[in-house]
């Protein structure tokens, strides 16, 4: 029978006199095109993949080639973007950057953005960079108490960035002579595809292909556009275009254009097999403490909501079928859930998305009735509005082309 993760064995985990040393999440996952089937991978600059070798098993004789298909970053950012989808639910603590007052940008930027997608999260320059009602948010003392917040003091985190506990921080933007607290992250996961093919020491083979066109436009007159606004180009240097420059047809959209050479992007690649690994440690999760005036119970308690968290964002994340990016469409196939414990390991139980979001509100109600700092639990956005700098940059980066 596996063992059951509950709030009980949570908080037992979590406390300071603990030895306990987490959990272990091992899935097999299959492209929907079937075992063997192509995966598209992340592409970096270059058009280079993230190689490496690792052991599949401590018995082997040599290492095997990979590619991390998705690397540890990018998967906080989706185990965030599930907490963000899944707010309904549990509503985990949540700021809201408006950007409704900057008039006619791109359809395809968000009008807001919420904390839940901030790249350095507690320590994002859009959150620095924001103000709260008439006064910058970083000068309220809310805003002081977040980005002054470390691992030994996190009680601001704990009540409204919960996920830079799980996932890590590092206050980096604040100047030199200002804090640049760092604090490693908790939950570690990761997706790699095994031995790819080609080898590993071939070229990473490319997408060749061919826009086409029915009309088959090809002209030698010169065209005159806008690179901003292409819905405004003429040809042979005839009318007038405003910042207009020479340029190319293809760059209209017209005409035939092959993609190969350097221009091709890289394929997706065929494994043996893909898998996903995701840890969560309690010992370096018990480097947080709320700081002076809180009790051992509510530092355990917020240790337990914070793994809560982590599973429940696990779960609604990696539980069914996901998309990574185009070519990238995996299914778990077989997932293994492994307490590491003081003494021994042993197989144990996580659940569905309702028995996660079930735990993370049993450990949400334990950490109140203990004295935790809940704040930002519960409860609608804080919305913020962008800073005069930061509205420049972004007006600058996206001119109003209305019209």
Not at 52 to 66: F, K, Q
Not at 105 to 115: C, E, F, I, W, Y
Not at 125 to 147: P, V
Request: aromatic letters at 6%; a negative charge.
């Amino acid at each position: 029978m596996p063992r059951t993760i509950d709030l009980e064995l949570l908080l037992s985990a979590t406390a300071d006199d603990s030895f306990e040393a987490g959990v272990r999440i091992d899935t097999e996952l299959a492209p929907l095109a079937g075992p063997g089937g192509p995966v598209k991978p992340a592409v970096y600059e270059g058009g280079k993949y993230q190689e490496d070798w690792r052991w599949a098993s401590p018995d082997d004789d040599e290492p095997t080639p990979v590619i991390v298909v998705d690397n540890v970053p990018s998967q906080a950012n989706r185990l965030e973007e599930a907490l963000r989808r899944n707010r309904d639910r549990v509503p985990v603590p949540e700021f809201v950057l408006d950007l409704s007052s900057l008039s006619n940008l791109p359809a395809h930027l968000p009008k807001r953005l919420s904390s839940l997608e901030f790249p350095h999260r507690n320590a994002d320059a859009y959150l620095r960079d924001a103000r709260l009602g008439d006064e910058d948010f970083i000068k309220t003392d809310l805003g002081k108490s977040i980005f002054g917040a470390t691992a030994q003091e996190a009680g601001p985190l704990v009540a409204w960035f919960p996920q830079a506990l799980l996932y890590g921080f590092w206050q980096s933007h604040l100047g030199k002579k200002r804090a640049n607290t760092k604090h490693a992250r908790a939950w570690v996961s990761e997706i790699v595809g095994w031995k790819p093919a080609p080898p590993s020491d071939a070229p990473a083979p490319k997408v060749l292909g061919l826009k086409g066109d029915p009309l088959n436009l090809s002209v030698d007159e010169p065209v005159v556009s806008n690179p901003d606004d292409r819905a405004k180009w003429s040809l042979g240097g005839s009318g007038q275009v405003e910042g207009g420059k020479k340029d190319k047809l293809s760059e209209m959209g017209h005409g035939q254009v092959p993609f190969m050479g350097g221009e091709a992007a890289a394929a997706a690649v065929s494994f043996a097999r893909v898998s996903q690994r995701a840890t969560v440690s309690f010992a370096q999760l018990r480097r947080v403490s709320l700081g002076a005036g809180y009790s051992g119970a509510a530092n355990a308690a917020s240790r337990a909501l914070l793994v809560a968290l982590g599973l429940y964002a696990h779960v609604h994340a990696f539980g069914g079928s996901f998309a990574l990016r185009s070519g990238a469409d995996l299914r778990p196939v077989e997932s293994t859930v492994t307490w590491l414990g003081d003494e021994r390991d042993d197989e144990c139980a996580l659940g569905d998305s309702d028995a996660t979001a079930t735990l993370l509100r049993d450990a949400l109600e334990h950490a109140k009735s203990v004295g935790a700092p809940l704040e930002g639990w519960r409860e609608e956005p804080v919305v913020l509005s962008p800073k005069d700098n930061l509205r420049k940059a972004i007006r600058t980066t996206w001119p109003d082309l209305a019209g």
